[in-house]
């Protein structure tokens, strides 16, 4: 609305209003729309960890017992976890390896 559109509606409301010619309607200027909603700040993406492989598992074997007793404990998770297939056969071989150097 422009500013002679503004002052055309305030003196018809004047007019409507019962005041007379001598009145005086003040009006305040327009003020821009403000944003209120801020935009969230999302936090920097996790850093993408490589998946460790069965050979990894079998060189840090204390490593390989805690994965495999994690996906021991929540068999949902190692259905998803890449790692816990790793660290199983890791496992598997690690034992094998002392079974037979064992004898």
Known sequence: MTS???ITVAAL???SAGLGAGSVVYLRPLQPQ???????????P??????RTVTWFEAH??????????CD???GLGQHDTEC???LAAKLDVGFDNFINSK
């Open 85 to 87: 297939p790793n660290a």
């Open 46 to 51: 996790a850093p993408v960890q490589p998946i």
């Open 73 to 75: 404990d929540n068999p």
């Open 61 to 70: 074997q204390d490593e390989m017992r805690a994965k495999v007793a994690l």
């Open 13 to 15: 409301m004047a007019a």
């Open 34 to 44: 403000q944003q209120t909603a801020i935009a969230p700040v999302m936090p920097p």
């Open 4 to 6: 002679i559109e503004r």
